[in-house]
Nanobody
Framework: VQLQASGGGLVQPGGSLRLSCAAS????????MGWYRQAPGKQHELVAR???????VYADSVKGRFTISRDNAKNTVYLQMNSLKLEDTAVYYC?????????WGQGTLVTVSS
C-alpha cells in the first residue's frame, strides 16, 4: 500500500486547510485510515481516524474543528481543518491499517502563523 498525502501549507490562525491522502497499490481490505501529526519537540499523536464503515475518532484537541472523511471509491481520506490554531502547526502523516500491517504516507507540513 502506498499513501500520497497533499494539501499542507501556511495558513493564518482561524483559517482552514484540507489535507488529502490517496492510497494505491494493494488497497483491498484496508480497514482504518487516519491522520497523525508531530509538532516540533512533541510526540507523534493521533489527530483523527476513520474506519471502513465510517466510524470516526478524534483527538480532544481537534474535536469540533477538524473533520475526517473517506471516499472509498477513490481510496482517499481527507482531513478538513477549520479554525486552525498556532498549536496545530505540525507535520501531518496519513496512515492506513490493513490486517495487521500499518502503512504511512510521507508527511505534509501545516504551518499556522500570523
Amino acid at each position: 500500500v502506498q499513501l500520497q498525502a497533499s494539501g499542507g501549507g501556511l495558513v493564518q490562525p482561524g483559517g482552514s486547510l484540507r489535507l488529502s491522502c490517496a492510497a494505491s497499490g494493494s488497497i483491498f481490505s484496508i480497514n482504518d485510515m487516519g491522520w497523525y501529526r508531530q509538532a516540533p519537540g512533541k510526540q507523534h499523536e493521533l489527530v483523527a481516524r476513520i474506519a471502513s464503515g465510517g466510524t470516526t475518532v478524534y483527538a480532544d484537541s481537534v474535536k469540533g474543528r477538524f473533520t475526517i472523511s473517506r471516499d472509498n471509491a477513490k481510496n482517499t481520506v481527507y482531513l478538513q481543518m477549520n479554525s486552525l490554531k498556532l498549536e496545530d502547526t505540525a507535520v501531518y502523516y496519513c496512515n492506513a491499517i490493513k490486517g495487521e500491517s500499518m502503512y504511512w504516507g510521507q508527511g505534509t507540513l501545516v504551518t499556522v502563523s500570523s
